[in-house]
């Protein structure tokens, strides 16, 4: 059964910092890129980040570019996401996924 489960999800206040994670089973993790997307409430999803199936290339939407960081670790199966200098714009449910396979989410609220 293919799973992607995230966690790292929580209240922060402005400025500060989160770091999410998404655990996967069930397929070849290595074998895929994945991304991170993410939707606010009564908001289009976003897409936020890629990182290719070894790690060698990212892409950051334009509006997290400089704060967060994108990375994985294939012999644990896991994918990350670090964020940094966080935003209340930052607030959303934040998803990894694959073209088919999605989590299903971690709640991040930015907020004093």
Known sequence: EVQLVESGGGLVQPGGSLRLSCAAS?????????SWVRQAPGKAREW???IDSGGGNV???DSVKGR?????????NTLYLQMNSLKTEDTAVYYCATSIWWGQGTQVTVSS
């Open 26 to 34: 069930g397929f070849t993790f290595s074998n895929f890129d994945m």
């Open 48 to 50: 936020v980040s890629k």
């Open 68 to 76: 967060f960081t994108i990375s994985r670790d294939n012999a644990k």
């Open 59 to 61: 892409a950051y939407a």
